[in-house]
């Protein structure tokens, strides 16, 4: 099975950034980030077409910026002033045809002062 | 965006059937045929198990069948085998353009 190779800073303080990367391969379809709090369930922070268009979570969509690089096929992510609500494993995966077919490994990503 | 509503918890014993519901609205679950499942082991990204409502991917067993009627769906497991064992999630396409995930099963297998 396809694992995607995800890397980024696993510890933050309150109010810094949160920035992540994925490498992913060629393709005509979207890209996604999804969260999964310690012990809790999964929640999509949103996705990004290789052509800019791009859709977020309501609830996140101040603070996220999500990106691709075509020429590195690279996936981004960056959430702004996170606090400790905003830890969790973070996994990149791909949409292709309405369904997420393959995951990074994930990320655990913690806020602490 | 609202969570798809799954039961916290289903059991069953080896060998039986056990079924996991999901259930949204009209502008998700209801709206459209792109609901797909997800199994969990501790510890392990999520795979997909099931897409558009009924389809399973190359390499999952034909003991997992998924369904939907109006706005629920429904994740079957027949013959339930210990590996069988972890947490389901669905999720659906809304017509946000966004992504509603369910809250999650853990299927324990008695």
């Known amino acids: 099975q396809v694992q995607l190779q995800q890397w980024g800073a696993g510890l933050l303080k309150p109010s810094e950034t949160l920035s992540l990367t994925c490498a992913v391969y060629?393709?005509?379809?979207?890209w996604s980030w999804i969260r999964q709090p310690p012990g809790k369930g999964l929640e999509w922070i949103g996705e990004i077409h290789p052509s800019g268009s791009a859709h977020y979570n309501p609830s996140l969509m101040s603070r996220v910026t999500i990106s691709v690089d075509t020429s590195k096929n690279q996936l981004s992510l960056r959430l702004t002033s996170v606090t400790a609500a905003d830890t969790a494993v973070y996994y990149c995966?791909?949409?292709?045809?309405?369904?997420?077919?393959?995951w990074g490994q994930g990320t655990l990503v913690t806020v602490s002062s | 965006q609202s969570a798809l509503t799954q039961p916290a918890s289903v059991s069953g014993s080896p060998g039986q059937s056990i079924t996991i519901s999901c259930t949204g609205t009209?502008?998700?679950?209801?709206?459209?045929?792109?609901v797909s499942w997800y199994q969990q082991h501790p510890g392990k990204a999520p795979k997909l198990m099931i897409y558009d409502v009924s389809s399973r991917p190359s390499g999952v067993s034909n003991r997992f069948s998924g369904s939907k009627s109006g706005n629920t769906a429904s994740l079957t497991i027949s013959g339930l085998q210990a590996e069988d064992e972890a947490d389901y999630y669905c999720t659906s396409y809304t017509r946000s353009s966004t992504w509603a995930f369910g809250g999650g099963t853990k299927v324990t297998v008695l």
């Open positions: 995966a791909s949409n292709t045809d309405y369904r997420f077919d393959y």
């Open positions: 060629g393709g005509s379809f979207y």
């Open positions: 009209n502008s998700d679950v209801g709206g459209y045929n792109y």
